[in-house]
């Protein structure tokens, strides 16, 4: 981690004016972090906007529920098909490079889409290769920018802290501000919802230009991409707190989407709530959320990491449970929020030592296994959600998930103790700076 890169590389490790470590110039988390911060909250706006002014337009142009159904369906496919490959790409060539030309793909493309709008031009087979194309980018931006953030940042122990703040943003972004926004606007002028879109991803992209240093993983080289994609899936597979991390993952993934999959139906059938006010309770597990990812990196350094996912997993699954066993609507919206706490204290927690335990030259592949593994068994969390409300009512896929969950949390508490986590962070240390 220590050694350099091509003669004229800042450091394959560490932008200009930090050393791995230790914190880099101004307050905070640093300048480069800020600048990366930015840059990561405009593009997660300009997400939110994209997806929901993208699915107004749709059902403008049919009310086929299967043509509609087919562009949600399209969201998934990327990942699930390059989820591997893209972060083959990711560790071989400089990330904030890549991250920049794939930027720029997808400013362009939406730029395409609101010329099409704008000339009353637009078709669904127009928006199925925008959501494809965009797929096909997130893929790599978003694996880019979570495999930059240890070097960024420059301090390892520091990144729970920056992770809330990343994922805390995120939630606002696309749980609270980018969709009243996008609606607002297409409802005046569509071609406008999208002009938006477009101008959060050109400030994205013109904020990361001016991030200093090289993001070029040591020892990228130029092994054949296959071969890339099945040395990462070894590392995974023969590093124990990699395999217990990803096990719970799957677990917490697939009971997730079986929880939510029928939250519209669950709400209005069960609790009673409205549809005016289905928005309202939505915000509620939001709330919790944004609370999560703000007090996790404080709560993990209190408790530790591994206590910490143990207790998000328990107070998930308990939440869930409740849910399920109550008909009072805020009641529910209660247990809603405390479980938004929980995932949200979770994601921060164990996406941090997934970073921490990963050597630069694996970061970007193992992200893509793991990206690819929780979208992998999401349709299939839905799919048995919808066949348990079938045959058990629309609580049984509540309680099944959260039962699950516990079950994770329980696998999670001989597994991921403090003891093991810490052993396996001090083992990745030892090795990075050998």
């Known amino acids: 981690m220590t050694q350099r890169g091509q003669a004229d590389d800042v450091d394959a490790t560490a932008p200009a004016g930090m050393v791995p470590g230790r914190r880099g110039p101004g307050r905070g988390l640093g300048s480069g972090f800020n600048r990366l911060w930015a840059a990561a909250a405009a593009g997660q706006f300009g997400d939110a906007v994209y997806r929901v002014a993208i699915a107004l337009l ?101 990144l729970e802290a920056a992770n809330g703040r990343l994922q805390g943003t995120e939630l606002l972004a696309q749980g609270f501000l980018g969709p009243p926004a996008a609606s607002a606007l297409f409802a005046l002028l569509a071609s406008a919802a999208f002009g938006l879109n477009v101008a959060c991803y050109a400030l994205a992209v013109l904020l990361l230009i001016g991030l200093p240093g090289t993001y070029r993983a040591q020892g990228g080289g130029r092994t054949p991409m296959f071969r890339a994609m099945g040395e990462a899936v070894r590392f995974v597979r023969g590093h124990a707190m990699h395999r217990a991390l990803l096990s719970v993952v799957l677990v917490l993934g697939f009971g997730n989407a079986m929880a939510t999959a029928l939250i519209v139906l669950w709400t209005r059938e069960v609790l009673g709530v409205p ?9 509620a597990g939001g709330a919790g959320g944004v609370i999560g990812s703000q007090t996790a990196a404080r709560l993990a350094g209190r408790i530790g990491r591994g206590r910490a996912m143990v207790l998000s997993a328990v107070v998930t699954g308990l939440g869930l449970v409740l849910a399920a066993a109550t008909r009072s609507p805020y009641l529910a919206a209660g247990a809603y ?98």
């Open 58 to 158: 749709a059902a403008r142009l049919t009310t086929d529920p299967v043509a509609f159904s087919a562009l949600n369906a399209l969201g998934y496919l990327p990942w699930l098909v390059l989820g591997l490959p893209s972060g083959a790409l990711v560790d071989r060539f400089d990330r904030r490079r890549l991250a920049l030309l794939v930027g720029a793909v997808r400013t362009a493309t939406i730029a395409a889409l609101l010329t099409a709008v704008a000339l009353d031009r637009a078709s669904l087979w127009l928006l199925y290769a925008v959501v494809v194309v965009l797929g096909a980018c997130e893929t790599v931006y978003d694996n880019a920018l979570l495999s930059m953030l240890p070097t960024v940042l420059g301090d390892r122990e520091r």
């Open 275 to 283: 549809e005016a006010a289905f928005g309202l309770f939505l915000l």
């Open 337 to 434: 929020a405390l479980t938004g706490w929980a995932i949200l204290l979770w994601n921060v927690v164990y996406g941090s030592l997934r970073q921490r335990l990963t050597p630069d030259p694996l970061l970007g592949r193992t992200i893509g296994i793991y990206r690819v593994a929780a979208w992998g068994v999401m349709p299939l969390g839905a799919l048995a959600g919808g066949a348990l409300a079938d045959t058990g009512g629309l609580r049984a896929p509540l309680l099944a998930a959260g039962i699950l969950t516990l079950a994770a949390g329980g696998y999670a508490a001989f597994r991921l103790t403090n003891a093991r986590v810490d052993a396996a962070i001090a083992e990745a240390d030892a090795k990075a700076t050998a």
